[in-house]
């Protein structure tokens, strides 16, 4: 129930409803004095009478400003609403229907929240007249759809009968601009109808202020659709990787924390993990209300490359999005070819024992993400480096000049070498025959008792072989290394990634083609130093390792929710071309890939459904970058959030507009409007009359 | 000739004439052109004392029966060879110093009192004047001397109006001074309490008086014909003031100066009275109207 005028720039006119006050107050300013002889008979008159004339005084003062405010309402022209009110009365209709089809939508009113909104929105549409116009919206929108008022009602429903739930949140703001646009043209009657669950997300997102165009003027009537009782609210939070990375066959860990929106305990949900469409694992959990739970899943991944996956909850009666998508790389073996150069009978004592531990903790074939072979430096001669991503050469004396030239080939072409120093190390050897291979030109070694070994002092967290030292843990264990031997060395211009107390260089690296160097100047057993004995070592090894291999591969991608950009980045050789992209409804779009600094930028926009996209990139593209060849977008965690924004909430949020909210029941009784003119006439003719009689009274 | 005497009575032509004895007389020669003279009815002839006897008395004035009891010669005299003995008891308060159009309360009064005097005299009867306020601020006993008229005259004239109405304790004093019967006319505003006014009216009639009331008031008094917001100042009470509309109590006014007249008239009528309500727009013969028919 409600009253809208049709005129309300006329309602400035009610100012003009203090005029008798002003009056009366002026009239009292002015005062005349009189001699008179029968005073004392005035003062009984006006004792006599002054109950009854201060009353007709007053009543007399409040219909002559009555007449006023009548005048003016008559003119701003009232119109009386009962129910939603359907339009009757009071000139043609210019409506924008505002659909609320965010993903909440799915959830409200048990399930059938969007079959009521669409049945009201028909409804509204039914109810206009020849003369009336309208225009049907989503709320869903991007506010570039090209949309118009119309008359034809079948045309008005067919539009609606395509609206669809999307997958992410309504955008409130687009919609509502896009009302106000449709609604700048002059009509007799404007009106914007918002169907919604009133979701408190949407709403989050918007403020009055992004508005470009308001027209307060206007009013906005939310038909809200309702709930009947407070369901099962919950979802998928987030989804992360538990370990560092992931690998062919290598144990495989993936963690879900699920959110609980609800007051009432989320009780032996099923959680279930699914990657390439194969079911892997499923667990059962219990959400706190308004809390949050994590499940950690175990398991692996058979062939190197993208992988899609998806956590989904299953439960009666739960409300909210229930499926949550991510992406897996998962890295091939990498073989490590190990020269030791100090091998004894005893595997402990050899130079390699420590090395070979870190890179495959369990020993066993297949447990690690690195498959090392150990070859003495007799074998270097006749040792083929292709089948190897990296090769490590620990204390290894001198190199023989075949197996040089092959190493340098070997770098240049992508392969990654790691160099430990030890006693038998000759420096000049390695300083003629690797030459500018190396980061840095040896010179002597140096020796000393075990207790007066140098400790780091600083290490390159920037690098992306050290960023694991950001763990505190990694970082105190690295830093509490003792080194009492070491080869001495020039830096080649490059700056120490990791330093000694006394400034001699224990890490440097050289990039050599498209492949790595990094020479370590302490040995890689416990001959020189205490590190393999050390936490730090074994992440040490394997980062240096993974880094030198063209770098970490491995990793789970969360995924972006839906309407959100996705960039992928590419070499800049790459500008000017395009890549496609296959939506998960099998859609493909071309995007361009544009320049941005120093590198190829392609930007992703059209991601409005939720599920795995599939990226073609250039020729070459995926080699060169390691850029995505799949990502998932997922629906926005908030909007599994049923709570609604109040109605007090809402109308200062949308002030200056006026607001006002109708349950969709009472959309469904139907409702009337009735034009307030003829009945305001009445009474601003009966009050006038009033008004004369008792003036005459006086 | 009509409209002619009527310009005799008009308060507002009356109004212009600033000699009292031009017009009493104007008024009282106009009214008696209109009517028939009326031969005077008796004669009285009431002893009043006795003096001695000096050459140039007539002779057939001498008691000769005092002479004999006292052998001395003696004058019966007489008092007043009238059959009437009038006082015109005139109200000179502030609150007669009013006039709304024209003439004051006050000079319609003095007008009436004067050719009520002049009516009197002319008829052979006695009138005497007694203008008060708060106070009696001039008595003049009655006498039925053709020329007593002049001291009458000057009596009024000598006295405006100006302070306090105490009509009561007035009427209480004179009627104290008032040793003969006769007839007692008194011509006021009436603003005084109407149940002291009454006593001292009543005094007069316990003593054999007749008594006759003008009732003078102005038009404005009656109507109260003011508009817009006024503050009322009493023309006696300095303190007495009131601030209204006049319109919001024209109608309770009415009712209520209407009530007061129609007691003073209930009561005077109670008391065998002659009460006349007069206002200072009506025609001055309409008052003396009243005194001849009263006088028969």
């Keep these: ?698 | 000739m009509a409209d002619g005497r009527k310009n005799y009575f008009d308060p507002k032509v009356l109004a212009g004439i600033s000699n009292l004895a031009l017009r009493a007389r104007w008024v009282v020669e106009g009214l008696m052109s209109g009517v028939h003279k009326s031969r005077a009815k008796g004669f009285s002839v009431e002893f009043e004392e006795h003096r001695e006897y000096s050459p140039g008395d007539e002779i057939r004035r001498i008691d000769w029966k005092a002479l004999g009891k006292f052998d001395r010669y003696f004058i019966k005299e007489y008092e007043d060879e009238t059959n009437l003995r009038a006082y015109l008891l005139l109200d000179a308060s502030a609150s007669m110093n009013y006039a709304s159009d024209g003439i004051t309360k006050f000079d319609y009064a003095c007008t009436l009192t004067a050719s009520l005097a002049y009516l009197i005299l002319k008829q052979q009867d006695a009138a005497g004047v007694v203008t008060f306020s708060n106070r009696v601020e001039a008595f003049i006993p009655p006498r039925a001397k053709r020329d007593y008229l002049t001291q009458i005259l000057h009596a009024l004239e000598n006295r405006g109006p100006g302070g306090e109405t105490n009509v009561g304790k007035i009427l209480d004093d004179i009627a104290g001074q008032i040793k003969r019967r006769g007839l007692i006319i008194l011509v006021s505003d009436l603003l005084d309490e109407p149940a002291q006014i009454l006593k001292g009216l009543r005094q007069f009639r316990f003593k054999g008086n007749d008594v006759i009331v003008f009732h003078v008031m102005d038009p404005a008094e009656l109507n109260l014909p003011f508009d817009g917001n006024i503050l009322f100042e009493d023309l006696e009470a300095a303190n007495l003031r009131v601030m209204t509309d006049p319109r919001t109590i024209r109608t309770t006014y009415q009712q209520v100066i209407n009530e007061f007249i129609a007691d003073m008239r209930k009561q005077c009528h109670d008391n065998a009275i002659d009460y006349q309500l007069i206002s200072t727009a009506t025609p001055l013969d309409r008052a003396l109207a009243s005194y001849l028919s009263w006088r028969g």
């Design chain 1, 1 to 698: 129930m409600s009253v809208f005028f049709l005129y309300p720039a006329f309602l400035i006119g009610l100012l003009a409803a203090s005029l008798p006050i002003l009056i009366h107050l002026l009239n009292r300013r002015k005062l005349q004095r009189i001699q008179f002889p029968a005073v004392r008979f005035i003062l009984l008159s006006q004792k006599r009478i002054s109950r009854s004339y201060r009353l007709r005084h007053w009543l007399l003062l409040a219909l002559r400003t009555l007449a006023v405010v009548f005048l003016v309402l008559l003119l701003a022209n009232p119109i009386f609403q009962t129910g939603a009110g359907l339009f009757a009365g009071g000139g043609p209709v210019s409506l924008v229907v505002l659909l609320d089809n965010s993903l909440s939508m799915t959830w409200s009113s048990d399930g059938n929240g969007f079959k009521q909104a669409k049945d009201a929105a028909r409804l509204l549409i039914s109810a206009l007249n020849d003369d009336d116009r309208a225009a049907l919206l989503p709320t869903n929108i991007t506010g570039k759809e090209n949309v118009r008022l119309k008359s034809q009602k079948d045309v008005l429903t067919r539009e609606l009968d395509a609206i669809e739930i999307a997958d992410g949140t309504a955008n409130l703001t687009a919609a509502l601009e896009k009302a106000y646009e449709l609604l700048s043209e002059p009509a007799g009657q404007k009106e914007i109808r918002l169907i919604t669950d009133m979701g408190l997300t949407g709403w989050d997102r918007f403020s009055v202020a992004a508005l470009k165009r308001v027209d307060p003027s206007i009013p906005v009537k939310l038909i809200r659709v309702g709930r009947k009782e407070q369901p099962l609210n919950g979802s998928i939070k987030e989804i992360r990787l538990g370990g560092q990375t992931v690998g062919v066959n290598l144990p495989l860990q993936i963690e879900a924390t699920l959110s609980n929106f609800g007051d009432k305990e989320i009780e032996d949900v099923l959680v279930q993990l699914s990657i390439d469409g194969q079911n892997k694992e499923q667990k059962l959990a219990t959400v706190p209300p308004k809390g949050e739970t994590s499940v950690s899943f175990q398991t692996r991944v058979g062939q190197a490359g993208a992988h899609g996956g998806q956590v989904s909850l299953k439960k009666e009666g739960l409300a909210g999005n229930t499926v949550t998508g991510f992406t897996l790389d998962a890295q091939d073996k990498l073989k490590v070819l190990v020269v030791d150069g100090d091998p004894q009978t005893s595997l402990v004592q050899s130079e390699s024992f420590f090395l070979s531990r870190a890179l495959n903790p369990a020993g066993e074939q297949g447990s690690s993400l690195f498959l090392p072979t150990v070859i003495v430096p007799d074998a270097l001669n006749s040792a083929a480096l292709d089948p190897y991503q990296v090769v490590i050469l620990c204390n290894v004396a001198v190199l023989p000049d075949a197996f040089a030239a092959n190493l340098q080939n070997f770098v240049r072409q992508g392969g990654g070498l790691l160099i430990f120093s030890g006693d038998k190390i000759q420096p000049d050897n390695y300083n003629q025959k690797l030459a500018q291979s190396l980061p840095a030109d040896l010179r002597e070694k140096k020796t000393g008792p075990e207790a007066n070994g140098e400790k780091i002092d600083k290490f390159d967290l920037a690098h992306p072989a050290l960023q694991i030292f950001t763990d505190p843990i990694l970082s105190d264990s690295l830093k509490s290394s003792r080194f009492w031997g070491y080869t001495r060395a020039n830096p080649r211009g490059k700056t120490a990634l990791i330093s000694l107390a006394n400034g001699d260089p224990l890490l440097l690296e050289q990039k050599i083609g498209a492949g790595r160097v990094i020479l370590v100047t302490t040995s890689a057993d416990r001959d020189w130093s205490d590190l393999p004995l050390k936490t730090a070592y074994l992440p040490l090894l394997q980062s240096l390792g993974q880094h030198l291999a063209g770098g970490k591969r491995g990793h789970l991608d969360a995924g972006t929710p839906v309407n959100a950009a996705k960039e992928i980045s590419l070499p800049p050789g790459f500008v000017g071309k395009s890549l496609r992209v296959t939506k998960p409804n099998k859609q493909d779009t071309e995007v361009p890939i544009v320049g941005e600094k120093d590198r190829a930028l392609a930007t992703i926009t059209d991601n409005d459904r939720a599920g795995i996209y599939r990226v073609v990139l250039p020729a070459g593209a995926a080699k060169e970058s390691g850029a995505p060849q799949i990502y998932a977008v997922n629906r926005p965690f908030l909007e599994s959030r049923l709570e609604e924004i109040s109605e007090r909430e809402l109308q200062a949020k949308l002030a200056p507009i006026r607001a006002e909210v109708i349950p969709i029941e009472a959309l469904k009784e139907g409702g009337k409007r009735t034009d307030l003119a003829l009945p305001l006439l009445a009474l601003l003719i009966m009050t006038l009359l009033a008004e004369g009689w008792l003036g005459q009274r006086f």
